[in-house]
């Protein structure tokens, strides 16, 4: 069996898809849309209706023809049918990851190994919409064979001289890193900030990870371009500069600009400085997790009277042998991913909103001890049911707190802890800025927060606190880094159990990385067996 597991591994492939678009329809009234691309995939023996998402890219401002720089890894398998869906759209509520509240543009439907087999592995194909008989435009999809030589490149950028674009200003320069493909083509892997008004600018530092910049080969050409933005209109080209990750390491800190289209100065456009690069080896989760990183599960269930008396069946906490409510399939989807890795496999359970023992009380055991697995946090939670009055309000603060007194226990090189609280709730808060205070104090601390939200509640406010794009702030105070991921259960009813736990926990490899990095912690040795 051993020997069946590793050769598997040694057999799978990781496969980078990247995705440009041409012709976008106009969906707005006032400007260009602003698109973004959802890819979905499905088990290829379930129904057509049961899709999942596997990623998306970023949202580009006002742009008909974009580039994204985010793209997405699948894995290949050769023994499997591999259905992928990509949906374009334009994104009108920046708040909401629900795609209704979103302009659908259009989608397309492949299968994984249509992209690998076509010429260049590109596919270029016209996107569709039900009742639309016009062009809704182009997608273009590339997929590439992903190097995994887990170094990372840390670069700090420096802008010198640049060409005056603006009437009234300066320019607010941006750069875009775009690695070559075998096909000749250039992608775009990487778009700094927009810094406004200024001919010298500095970009903040960035990590990306050599196999993005380029796919593992350090001499592969990388393409830095740097660009003008403009609020109306397309962005206006500065210059660029062809160079290798080798040449931004060793040596050479000063790069010219050129734009072939300007005759004076030879084209010089500017100059791009290396304030600072280097190559880094790049940890994995799974590093940290045999090294003898113990991961702690702490789970908060909603009890207020917003789910109805559990007696009935409308009741969200209705509890039926054989027809697991929301919650119940919320804790086992999750539950069951996360419980093998924490260490003592005892999962400290709280409730929330409810009338405990004759008071209020918003952070409640519901055993003294924990329960063992997920099997007793199921008990645990059946039981509570019948013991307990739902109340209210919705208030989170005090449960964020006790999570974050617990993830604040002292550890060090030798003994790195790492606490995942998973909340389950059936609507939006009510204390949301006191929320927000806890969340941006526990941010330095090794904790994850994953919120599932059951029920049909509009739960657009709670995506404030899940701060992909910007970090939370309040008075002043600003996040150290993003700590919450939050999913609707609706979003993945009739799905199997591992589609959900797979968005909801996407997130927290890459937050238990970040911690480590900030605090400096490397790996430990992997542990004996003994141990």
């Not at 409810?354 to 645990?380: I, M, R, S």
């Not at 794009?469 to 199997?496: C, H, M, S, T, Y």
Request: with cysteine; proline share 5%.
């Amino acid at each position: 069996w051993g020997d069946r597991v590793s050769r598997r591994m040694e057999v799978q492939s990781l496969v980078d898809i990247s995705i440009s678009c041409r012709d976008l329809p106009k969906m707005d009234l006032l400007s260009k849309s602003d698109p973004m691309v959802v890819i979905q995939t499905r088990h290829p023996h379930l129904s057509k209706s049961d899709w999942y998402e596997i990623g998306r890219t970023e949202m580009i401002e006002d742009e008909h023809n974009p580039n994204f720089a985010k793209h997405i890894i699948v894995e290949f398998h050769f023994e499997e049918i591999q259905p992928i869906r990509l949906i374009v759209v334009d994104v009108d509520d920046r708040q909401s990851s629900d795609l209704s509240k979103q302009d659908f543009i259009g989608s397309v439907e492949i299968k994984l190994t249509d992209l690998m087999l076509a010429p260049s592995l590109q596919l270029t194909l016209p996107l569709k919409a039900p009742g639309h008989s016009h062009s809704r435009g182009i997608i273009i999809i590339r997929g590439e064979e992903l190097v995994d030589v887990r170094q990372t490149l840390e670069l700090h950028l420096h802008g010198q001289n640049l060409d005056k674009k603006d009437f009234f200003g300066k320019s607010d320069p941006y750069l875009t890193f775009s690695r070559s493909r075998e096909s000749g083509d250039w992608e775009v892997v990487h778009r700094t900030e927009v810094v406004m008004n200024t001919l010298d600018p500095v970009w903040k530092p960035f990590t990306i990870s050599v196999s993005k910049l380029c796919n593992g080969d350090i001499d592969r050409p990388i393409m830095i371009e740097c660009y003008d933005w403009d609020r109306v209109g397309s962005h206006d080209f500065i210059g660029r500069v062809q160079l290798t990750a080798r040449e931004l390491t060793e040596g050479t800190k000063a790069f010219p600009l050129v734009n072939t289209a300007k005759k004076k100065n030879s084209g010089l456009s500017g100059v791009i400085k290396v304030l600072s690069a280097k190559v880094a080896h790049e940890y994995s989760f799974l590093d940290y997790l045999v090294g003898g990183c113990e991961v702690s599960l702490i789970t908060a269930i909603d009890f207020t009277a917003s789910n109805g008396h559990p007696s009935q069946p409308t009741s969200l906490h209705y509890v039926s042998s054989g027809n697991p409510n929301q919650y119940e399939r919320a804790l086992l989807a999750v539950g069951t991913i996360l419980a093998p890795y924490d260490s003592d496999g005892i999962i400290p359970t709280f409730g929330f909103g409810a009338k405990w023992e004759g008071k209020t009380n918003h952070c409640f055991p519901l055993t003294p001890n924990g329960c063992e697995g997920v099997e007793g946090v199921l008990k645990a939670y059946q039981n509570a049911i019948n013991n307990v009055t739902l109340y209210g309000p919705t208030s989170l603060k005090q449960v964020v707190a006790m999570a974050g007194s617990h993830a604040a226990q002292p550890q060090d090189q030798l003994h790195q802890k790492y606490t995942i609280l998973l909340i389950i709730t059936d609507g939006v808060i009510t204390d949301m800025e006191n929320t927000i205070d806890e969340i941006i104090s526990a941010s330095t601390l090794p904790l994850s927060i994953v919120i599932v939200g059951v029920g049909d509640a509009d739960f657009t406010d709670m995506n404030r606190l899940d701060s992909d794009d910007k970090l939370l702030e309040r008075n002043g105070r600003k996040a150290a880094k993003d700590i919450v991921q939050f999913v609707p259960f609706r979003d993945f009813e009739g799905q199997p159990y591992e589609a959900l736990a797979k968005h909801t926990l996407a997130e927290v490899p890459g937050q238990v990385l970040s911690y480590m990095k900030t605090r400096g912690f490397v790996p430990n040795p992997p542990r004996s067996i003994q141990q």
